[in-house]
């Protein structure tokens, strides 16, 4: 009698143990979210468009937390970092509030203009400068340079916005937007009055 239903036992059993291989093999469930995303190669520094952007959706647990769901959250702001195609839009990438995320409290985004305006097209965010102040014209009074700020992160730079930028005014290519306290930023902001300004790329 064992012997009559050995056969098909032993078929059921095989079954269940490749059902439970497969089941093992099977993918988890994974929750993801609908994004925006870049749909070309964007440059830092340009206005997002609608052209520019494209949906995905995407594991949730890879997005960072201010990643754009949907067009109308960035079209219109300004990259303040390069986006390869098919990267997810973060606020944090955007000129604005967003630059300063991660920073110490108390830190505020600097707009300089170098006096060097060729210096801008040399700097890319996240690198660090000293900010040098040059006085004197070399004969009534001796030049002397002083550094009033020290290893200050690039937040942003107008070397890629020729159309009149977030900053407005004339020459936008050649500004850079700095990280750095109220101390320094005191001081920054009253150093064109004084003599030419300098910014000089330092290790971090």
Known sequence: MLALYRRPLAAC???LS???A???LAPQH???RAVVVAARDLPAGQAIAASDLTQRVLASQALPPDVAGHAGEVVGRRLAVPLRSGSPVALASLVGPGLLTGTPPGTVAVPVRPSDAETVSLLSPGQLVDVVLSTGNGYEQPVESTVIASALPVLWTGDTASDGG???GEGP????VLAASA???AALAGAPGRGRIFL???AG
């Open 13 to 15: 059993l095989a079954a």
């Open 18 to 20: 490749v059902a439970c």
């Open 22 to 24: 497969l089941s093992a």
């Open 30 to 32: 994974v929750p993801t």
């Open 166 to 168: 977030w900053l407005g």
């Open 173 to 176: 290519a050649s500004m850079v």
């Open 183 to 185: 101390a320094e930023s």
């Open 200 to 202: 000089v790329l330092v």
